[in-house]
């Protein structure tokens, strides 16, 4: 053990002193951690989000590839994020989220992911991305962040959202997945919409009636047959047979009749 008074003892208090300076002030205020600029997966996996960063936000250099007002929206964004603007992020990540330059839309992507279920619509928009890694990325994101939602009706909404505007079919496939958070009645009301619905792609009404037969034990007719199937579903569920009410009406008559 290393005695207090010896010479190395001494040597290494003044390198000590010296890395720590001269202020004069006794504490120092911690500086806040800079957001990850780039995609870093290693950390993403362990901190289930994809990071934005390795140095800091004012290294513009980091994005070679990306134009003048790209690495300007870039720049703005990650620092809106670094200060706990999220609006603001979105709103600069969305000037670049069309880049011609796929790893400047990655970057969005890992942008769109970091910020979590606010920017859910950016990510549904780029699961149909023309690159597969970009696509592929956004879905992950896309999950990460529909997993933050507990409303019931924010999910159906979600996934409607997401299915309508998507044509690869793993995609949709994932998205469709999501259905098993919500109740039965209410995946019926999702499916309905989206199959009815004017802005779906038709690979996405053609999923969406197969997930219908699997759920309703019959093909799709239309809206009206949709909502009595859900009261069905709602009513199993809640322990609600089609007796009931009429046999309530019975025992009520007879309890007129012993009057």
């Known amino acids: 053990m290393l005695k207090i008074g010896t010479p190395l003892a001494l040597l290494l208090c003044a390198l000590l002193l010296g890395s720590a300076g001269c202020s004069d ?6 500086a806040k951690p800079q957001v990850k600029k780039g995609l870093d997966e290693s950390s993403a996996a362990s901190a289930g989000k994809t990071a934005v960063a390795t140095n800091s936000v004012a290294d513009i250099n980091a994005f070679p590839g990306a134009t003048p007002a790209e690495n300007a929206h870039i720049r703005a964004c990650l620092d809106a994020i670094d200060s706990g603007r999220d609006a603001f992020a979105v ?3 969305r000037e670049f989220m069309d880049s011609t330059n796929t790893e400047i839309r990655l970057q969005a992507v890992a ?4 910020i979590g ?10 699961m149909s991305d023309p690159d597969e890694t970009v696509a592929s990325e956004a879905l992950r994101q896309w999950e990460m962040a529909f997993d933050e939602y507990s409303s019931e009706a924010a999910k159906m909404w979600e996934i409607e959202r997401a299915a309508g505007l998507l044509k690869d079919q793993s995609a949709l496939d994932a998205v469709m997945m ?11 009301k999702v499916l309905c919409n989206i199959i009815t ?3 779906s792609t038709p690979i996405a009404v053609e999923v969406a009636r197969e997930e219908y037969v699997s759920l309703a034990g019959e093909p799709f007719l239309d809206a009206k047959r949709a909502e009595q199937v859900a009261k069905t579903l709602k009513d199993r569920a809640e322990g609600v047979s089609a007796e009931q009410p009429k046999n309530k009406d019975q025992s009520d008559l007879q309890k007129k009749g012993t009057k």
Do not use: Q, Y
């Open 25 to 30: 002030n006794s504490e120092e205020t911690p």
């Open 91 to 93: 709103r600069h990540a």
């Open 111 to 114: 942008a769109f992911g970091w």
């Open 117 to 126: 279920k606010i920017a859910i619509k950016e990510l549904a928009e780029m």
């Open 178 to 188: 999501k259905l098993s958070d919500l109740e039965d009645c209410n995946s019926v």
């Open 197 to 199: 619905s004017t802005n």
